[in-house]
């Protein structure tokens, strides 16, 4: 998780010149295989999950560059 955040940090500083913007986005926790846990079942579908991500992605700005933002649009600590 630390590389992650590291890596995330130094490519919005790197590519920052050339206007490009980077973030993490946490996906939420998805009804998927992998995320049904211990017979408990996801809040969100994929299609919510995608549609989010697709919503912070498409409002991105320069301020939100090197951040970690879930489904949402909200700042995830890290």
């Not at 590389?3 to 500083?13: D, E, G, I, K, Y």
């Not at 049904?36 to 919510?48: I, K, Q, R, S």
Request: with cysteine; proline share 4%; hydrophobic share 40%.
């Amino acid at each position: 998780q630390a590389a992650q955040n590291m890596l995330t940090r130094c490519q919005s500083m790197g590519y920052r010149e050339h206007g490009i913007l980077c973030v993490a986005l946490h996906p939420g926790w998805v009804q998927t295989d992998m995320g049904n846990v211990a017979g408990c079942t996801p809040p969100l579908t994929v299609d919510a999950s995608v549609g989010g991500m697709l919503k912070v992605l498409s409002n991105l700005s320069e301020k939100d560059s090197g951040a970690f933002l879930d489904w949402e649009g909200n700042v995830v600590a890290w």
